[in-house]
């Protein structure tokens, strides 16, 4: 089954941009599927982010939108999360996850990376 | 605020089974064949436990089941195990074309 590792900055400062990558192994991102990101404060639920298809078509959370890009970069098998204007409030765990819908989304995700804690601080 | 309602805390004994609930609207949960079932463990990925409402992944243990019913879906942990004690999180499309996801229910085995 594929794997998936998240990687980018630790520590974000408040107004700048947030960005991550998630590698995938085993798999190659060209051949098809939808990659997501979800992300979980400290001490709360998880929350959708948005989810990208493998051509590069993009479908956000309509609470975020206004600050996320997300992008696919096939040559080095990855997809990637940029979230614009931090805050505080943007603090979490970060996890990319595949949805292996082939037309349409399918809207659950598995494999799921381990996650990486993203803290927004001055 | 979570999209979908989900109690906080559930506990068994070994052997027992339990019940999470995750209660949504017609605009998610009661209008869609479309909800699914995450376990957290700490410090691990989380994994897949249940999608469509009731199909379970290859190589999840058919201890655990889904159902729906209206505006409420479930997950039930039969044969509780110590090693089951973990957060559950429910998800569902939503009719705004969003996934959508509960605040989590810990799972304690006493």
């Known amino acids: 089954q594929e794997l998936l590792q998240e990687s980018g900055p630790g520590l974000v400062k408040p107004s700048e941009t947030l960005s991550l990558t998630c590698t995938v192994s085993?798999?190659?991102?060209?051949?098809?599927?939808?990659w997501g990101w979800i992300r979980q404060p400290p001490g709360k639920g998880l929350e959708w982010i948005g989810s990208?298809?493998?051509?590069?078509?993009?479908y956000y959370n309509p609470s975020l939108e206004s600050r996320v890009t997300m992008s696919v970069d096939t040559s080095n098998n990855q997809f990637s999360l940029n979230l614009r204007s931090v805050t505080v409030a943007d603090t979490a765990v970060y996890y990319c996850?595949?949805?292996?819908?082939?037309?349409?989304?399918?809207?659950?995700?598995?494999?799921w990376g381990q996650g990486t804690l993203v803290t927004v601080s001055s | 605020q979570s999209a979908l309602t989900q109690p906080a805390s559930v506990s068994g004994s070994p052997g027992q089974s339990i019940t999470i609930s995750c209660t949504g609207t017609s605009s998610d949960v009661g209008g869609y064949n479309y909800v699914s079932w995450y376990q957290l463990h700490p410090g691990k990925a989380p994994k897949l436990i249940i999608y469509d409402v009731s199909n379970r992944p290859s190589g999840v243990s058919n201890r655990f089941s889904g159902s729906k019913s209206g505006n409420t879906a479930s997950l039930t942990i039969s044969g509780l195990q110590a090693e089951d004690e973990a957060d559950y999180y429910c998800s569902s499309y939503s009719s705004t074309s969003t996934v959508v996801f509960g605040g989590g229910a810990k799972l304690t085995v006493l």
């Open positions: 996850a595949r949805d292996p819908g082939t037309v349409t989304r399918n809207d659950w995700f598995d494999p």
């Open positions: 990208i298809y493998h051509s590069g078509s993009t």
């Open positions: 085993r798999y190659s991102i060209s051949r098809g599927y939808y």
